[in-house]
């Protein structure tokens, strides 16, 4: 039972990466699924989750418009479209089965049930 963050890498302010969230060993469409990123010299932050059924999402205001969560069940896989990057973004991003927070609030740390392995974002020219 894990999950598998991947699909970091290096980008130039502006430029677009998407981050993939696989499961293994159990399915993910029981789940709402947040993404959330740890910066260095900072505490983890909720960024971006996805409820069960596919419907309500929500965003941190630093991130709305620039980012789109969304999931494809038949894939057990959720996924973080990042457009528009810019380099406060740099981050370790990390996935996670959270209980699913309040419609209109961003997910936090303690809503998480399973961790994923993170992957780094570096957002540089």
């Known amino acids: 039972v894990q999950l598998q963050a991947s699909g970091g890498g290096l980008v130039q302010p502006g430029g677009s990466l998407r981050l993939s969230c696989a499961a293994s060993?159990?399915?993910?469409?029981?789940?709402?699924i947040g993404w959330f990123r740890q910066a260095p010299g900072k505490e983890r932050e909720g960024v971006s989750w996805i409820a069960s059924s596919a419907g309500p999402t929500y965003s941190a205001d630093s991130v709305k418009g620039r980012f789109t969560i969304s999931r494809d069940n038949a894939k057990n896989t959720v996924y973080l479209q990042m457009n528009s990057l810019i380099p406060e973004d740099t981050a370790v991003y990390y996935c996670?089965?959270?209980?699913?927070?309040?419609?209109?609030?961003?997910?936090?740390?303690?809503?998480?049930?399973?961790w994923g392995q993170g992957t780094l974002v570096t957002v540089s020219s």
């Open positions: 996670a089965t959270v209980i699913q927070p309040i419609p209109g609030s961003i997910a936090t740390v303690t809503d998480v049930l399973l």
């Open positions: 060993g159990f399915p993910l469409d029981y789940y709402a």
